[in-house]
């Protein structure tokens, strides 16, 4: 379909024949995601057509075809000029029905629909997509979207048709909408977390998606019981895709640094408990599949990352429901799901950066301040030593796993292993280094100058872990650097004299000057303070220190 043919059908104003030719066009293009340059100018002439022609009062239908037309060619970033504009955005949000005046928002509306309401539905849900497609590729868009507010606007979408009470694909494109606005525009997040409203209408788009019954004031009800073995039912698809698009906006407007106090105060922390309790909810459901079962539970942990760790408490201060994970009387359910869930990651062996190391602080932020987290996962994780004949690293436990992970050639991705490992071990160099040998634990030492040994600055209960009788009797023979007991080898060193160790440990050393003034190596060693410095300053501060005691 030539584009000249439509433009000049447009120019007549003939609604039947431009809905003919748009049509076709569509067809043709619908899979269409790159175009060619040689057509730009007539891409560009024909955006600015349709929204004339959306401009004036055409039928629904005419809309409808007009805007999936315009979300075609909202694809190529550079014909965007004219929709990016104030007229062009403002025009969307019109036919998108963009705030609190829609007619037909109200829940209380007959089930049935005429003919023509639902024409009108498809035009909002097109007008909802291309501004997606537009707010994503055009920054002049987001300008403009700030500037006349799309966000508040949507908020006030939502108010009115009762939190998601609206056509699924006008919820959730809305909810997409939103979620593009929060992540592309700092100054939208900043508005939104001062909102009053729109942390409270994300919270019940979740609660109708999910069917939460409250059993209590931060307890979601469980599911009743099915004859499914497998659990409570799924949650349907939609509302699914409906629960991550809120999941995705929340995670945004929660995003905050510390100086930030938008999400202090009691109610600002009322809204946060709710939260969590709703995120316990949903661990413990399932979807149609388990890959959306992964990714929906992927959504609540990222969320619940950006949640104050004394908020957290919500997910464990529950009664324990028969046949379900406890420790010192908290409800461990949600927190089983969230280790089967790093685990899943873990053996993935791929994507770390963002599938596992969310979760992993996530864990790790908890088990420092709640107790009972850390003694539950602690004997999950890192039971009782008995095997200590193979490698801290060698085998297929959750603890092997995250061993090797220390070593893991992204700095991220070991670092939030090792800081997982530590803070189970409540922050003890001994101890950590009792489950994955001081070699695997280096790195970690160095960053928080402990390679001294000592603790680590969170204060912890001051009850002791107890070694196993295997691990007592092996103790002295285990090498601290490797944490296992080594097979005992020959001894090169047995055979020679006096003379020849001299020889060697002078070659070593030639060895190692000569590595050190080509600068290939940096001969270093440990302070007082358990940090690194050059081997020359700590020689010369254990000088110092033995001249004062002489002195002394």
């Not at 429901?321 to 053996?347: S, T």
Request: proline residues 5%.
């Amino acid at each position: 379909m030539e584009l000249r043919v439509i433009l000049s059908q447009i120019e007549n104003e003939n609604e039947e024949e431009i809905e003919r030719l748009l049509h076709e066009y569509n067809t043709e293009n619908c899979r269409t995601f790159s175009f060619e340059q040689k057509e730009e100018d007539s891409r560009i002439r024909l955006c600015r057509a349709l929204l004339e022609v959306l401009v004036r009062a055409a039928q629904p239908r005419c809309q409808s075809t007009c805007l999936e037309t315009l979300r075609i060619l909202s694809r190529d970033k550079r014909v965007l000029g004219p929709v990016s504009t104030r007229d062009g955005i403002l025009t969307l949000a019109r036919l998108a029905r963009i705030g609190p005046d829609d007619p037909r928002t109200d829940t209380d509306k007959d089930d049935k629909q005429t003919e023509e309401e639902q024409q009108q539905e498809v035009v909002v849900v097109e007008a909802l997509k291309c501004l997606c497609n537009v707010v994503f590729n055009s920054t002049q868009a987001q300008q403009v979207g700030a500037d006349v507010q799309l966000a508040q606007g949507l908020c006030a979408q939502l108010q009115a048709a009762g939190g998601g009470a609206a056509p699924h694909e006008v919820s959730l494109f809305s909810l997409r909408l939103l979620f593009l606005l929060s992540a592309l525009r700092t100054d939208v997040r900043g508005l939104l977390r001062k909102e009053p409203r729109a942390m409270a209408l994300l919270t019940d788009v979740l609660v109708r998606a999910l069917d939460v019954r409250w059993a209590g004031r931060y307890e979601a009800a469980p599911p009743p019981p099915a004859a499914d073995p497998q659990g409570p039912p799924p949650i349907p698809a939609q509302e699914n895709e409906r629960t991550m698009e809120a999941l995705k906006v929340l995670f945004n407007i929660t995003l905050s640094d510390s100086s930030d106090q938008s999400l202090t105060g009691q109610d600002a922390e009322h809204q946060l408990r709710l939260l969590v309790a709703i995120m316990r909810h949903l661990l413990l459901l399932r979807t149609l599949t388990e890959e959306k079962t992964e990714e929906v539970h992927s959504h609540a942990v990222n969320l619940l990352s950006n949640i104050p760790m004394p908020c957290l408490d919500v997910l464990i201060d529950v009664p324990v429901q028969p046949g379900q994970e406890e420790c010192g009387g908290k409800n461990m359910a949600a927190i089983q799901v969230l280790l089967d869930f790093m685990e899943k990651r873990v053996d993935r062996g791929s994507n770390y950066k963002e599938g596992l190391t969310p979760v992993l602080s996530l864990l790790a932020e908890s088990s420092r301040h709640h107790r009972e987290i850390r003694k539950y996962i602690k004997a999950k994780v890192l039971p009782p030593l008995k095997d200590v004949k193979n490698r801290p690293e060698v085998g297929s436990t959750i603890r092997n796993k995250l061993v090797r992970l220390m070593t893991h050639v992204d700095m991220g991705v070991k670092q939030s292993a090792a800081e997982f490992l530590f803070v189970l071990c409540k922050e003890s160099v001994d101890n950590l280094v009792k489950y994955t040998g001081y070699g695997s634990a280096a790195g970690l030492l160095l960053s928080r100058g402990l390679l001294g040994g000592g603790r680590g600055e969170t204060q912890y209960s001051e009850d002791e872990d107890s070694d196993t009788e295997e691990y007592k009797e092996a103790k002295p023979y285990i090498n601290p650097i490797t944490g296992y007991v080594e097979e005992p080898g020959a001894n090169p060193l047995e055979e020679m004299t006096e003379e020849q160790k001299e020889y060697e440990a002078q070659k070593l050393v030639k060895m190692i000057d000569q590595l050190s003034r080509q600068q290939l190596i940096k001969p270093m060693g440990v302070r007082k303070d358990g940090t690194l410095a050059p081997l020359e300053e700590t020689i010369a501060a254990c000088r110092d220190h033995s001249s004062d005691c002489d002195s002394d």
